[in-house]
């Protein structure tokens, strides 16, 4: 658990369990980040940007595994009647083409993946302040986002928040 977690956890539960005030004067929120990434129309649109952003690597990728495929199917099926080194050079264009598919499909990833990250650290940030805004407004004294044991629906507030980054 990381420490900001912990501490928040430690706070609430302080605030709950003191004599001073009651839990009923508190007012406490939820958001669930895993709907807001997944539900969300900015969400949405972040990921139709990354498969657009991709979509041309991707399309290369499938075209030279499909030449990968092919060259191993000529290979099986033709190998025994080709010439021997007719058929070793086949062979090592495999082997070449192969080693260059693995390369590229793994930048691929590498890539797909640092973006995703990057854009989901973007909604992330944009949602925290709609949380805070929304924290303000509402007059919340504590918001807790996941990961979390559990909320019930009743504090639940992620479809409000979900409407406030999606109109913005």
Excluded: C, W
Excluded at 118 to 145: G, Y
Aim: glycine letters at 2%; aromatic letters at 6%.
């Amino acid at each position: 658990m990381h420490k900001s977690m912990t501490l928040v956890l430690v706070l609430a539960g302080s605030l709950f369990f003191s004599g001073i005030v009651s839990a009923d004067e508190y007012k406490i929120g939820f958001v669930s980040t895993e709907r807001l990434f997944r539900d969300s129309e900015v969400a949405k649109q972040a990921q139709q940007k990354l498969e657009a952003e991709f979509l041309k690597r991707e399309n290369e990728l499938k075209k030279l595994s499909d030449q990968v495929q092919a060259l191993q199917t000529e290979i099986d099926r033709d190998g025994t009647t080709m010439a021997e080194n007719t058929r070793r050079d086949k062979e090592r264009d495999l082997t070449n083409a192969s080693r260059d598919l693995q390369r590229q499909q793994r930048e691929f990833r590498e890539d797909l993946n640092l973006r995703r990250n990057e854009e989901l650290s973007a909604l992330q940030e944009r949602a925290n302040k709609v949380i805070q805004k929304i924290a303000e407004n509402d007059k919340f004294d504590l918001i807790l986002q996941e990961p979390v044991v559990y909320a019930s629906k009743r504090i639940d507030i992620t479809d409000q928040v979900i409407k406030a980054l999606d109109t913005k």
